[in-house]
């Protein structure tokens, strides 16, 4: 009776075990493919002058929609890199693309939209940008469907705790995800909290701007460099409190700008 019962108490703790591991899993996987809808790759575009179509030269980082008027954040230095002068391969047109359905991975091709980027802000302290795009995606009737918009969640996660990014590293023309945890946090300041946070799973170039975020999908970091050396294997990203509070002391002046431009 007594080898039953300890059995038992084993099958019992393989069975909790294995519903709380595939079970966060099946969770994570849906809130992967809800956090793909917030994402778009930032690119630098070439045109033809005879016809005046578009070809992609570069994809230079990634982002993601912060707000339901099309503004998406970014790493700073990939809106700071879009419009550097003397900048090799020139960029004609600073844009971004996001997908008419949906983004499919089990397909080769995926029908985009290609918006061009109105202008962009950026603090090199924090590593953080904002820009505003010429179309409104969110009222684009050619796209059927809609991003969504990035919830931050600001508190500090313990570490351990399971994260994922998403982005458009190595010139994927299709986003990526990775999965992997907390490892800690840096720079902790006695007013705003730690101001960068380590996750212990690589970034590869391209991923700056990358959300990272929880298995509720809650946005927590955003991914600003990419580990080398004895660091590689890990990425650094910026924590959402001071992406928040750089948003908002940017909006002022943004629409500040934007009200200048509706008076000319």
Same mark, same amino acid.
């Given at each position: 009776?007594? #080898?039953?019962? *300890?059995?038992?108490?084993? $099958?019992?703790?393989?069975?909790?075990?294995?519903?709380?591991?595939?079970?966060?899993?099946?969770?994570?996987?849906?809130?992967?493919?809800?956090?793909?809808? +917030? &994402?778009?790759?930032?690119? $630098?575009?070439?045109?033809?002058?005879?016809?005046?179509?578009?070809?992609?030269?570069?994809?230079?980082?990634?982002?993601? %929609?912060? +707000?339901?008027?099309?503004?998406?954040?970014?790493?700073?230095?990939?809106?700071?890199?879009? %419009?550097?002068?003397?900048?090799? /391969?020139? $960029?004609?047109?600073? =844009?971004?693309?996001? /997908?008419?359905?949906?983004?499919?991975?089990?397909?080769?091709?995926?029908?985009?939209?290609?918006?061009?980027?109105? *202008? $962009?802000?950026?603090?090199?302290? !924090?590593? !953080?940008?904002?820009?505003?795009?010429?179309?409104?995606?969110?009222?684009?009737?050619?796209?059927?469907?809609?991003?969504?918009? =990035?919830?931050?969640?600001?508190? &500090?996660?313990?570490?351990?705790? /399971?994260?994922?990014?998403?982005?458009? /590293?190595?010139?994927?023309?299709?986003?990526?995800?990775?999965?992997?945890? !907390?490892?800690?946090? *840096?720079?902790?300041?006695?007013?705003?909290?730690?101001?960068?946070?380590?996750?212990?799973?690589?970034?590869?170039?391209?991923? +700056?701007?990358?959300?990272?975020?929880?298995?509720?999908?809650?946005?927590?970091?955003?991914?600003?460099? #990419?580990? %080398?050396?004895?660091?590689?294997?890990?990425?650094?990203?910026?924590?959402?409190?001071?992406?928040?509070? %750089?948003? =908002?002391?940017?909006? =002022?002046? *943004?629409?500040?700008?934007?009200?200048?431009?509706?008076?000319?």
């Amino acid at each position: 009776m007594k #080898r039953s019962f *300890r059995d038992s108490s084993t $099958c019992i703790a393989i069975l909790l075990f294995t519903y709380n591991v595939y079970g966060q899993n099946v969770d994570f996987l849906k809130t992967i493919e809800h956090a793909k809808r +917030s &994402v778009l790759a930032v690119v $630098c575009m070439g045109q033809n002058p005879d016809t005046k179509s578009l070809y992609l030269i570069s994809v230079d980082g990634s982002g993601f %929609f912060a +707000s339901d008027d099309g503004s998406f954040v970014t790493a700073g230095h990939v809106a700071k890199g879009l %419009f550097a002068l003397g900048r090799i /391969p020139t $960029c004609p047109v600073k =844009a971004v693309y996001v /997908p008419l359905n949906n983004w499919d991975t089990s397909k080769s091709d995926v029908d985009l939209r290609i918006i061009p980027i109105k *202008r $962009c802000w950026w603090n090199d302290n !924090v590593d !953080v940008g904002v820009c505003t795009l010429a179309v409104n995606p969110f009222l684009d009737d050619a796209i059927k469907l809609k991003p969504v918009v =990035a919830d931050f969640d600001t508190s &500090v996660q313990p570490d351990g705790t /399971p994260v994922a990014f998403t982005g458009f /590293p190595l010139s994927f023309i299709q986003p990526i995800t990775s999965q992997g945890i !907390v490892g800690t946090y *840096r720079n902790a300041t006695d007013v705003l909290g730690p101001k960068e946070m380590m996750v212990d799973k690589n970034a590869w170039p391209g991923a +700056s701007g990358s959300p990272v975020y929880l298995s509720n999908g809650k946005v927590v970091g955003l991914i600003v460099q #990419r580990g %080398f050396n004895d660091a590689s294997g890990l990425a650094f990203a910026r924590t959402s409190f001071f992406i928040k509070d %750089f948003l =908002a002391k940017n909006k =002022a002046d *943004r629409e500040a700008q934007e009200q200048k431009e509706k008076q000319r």
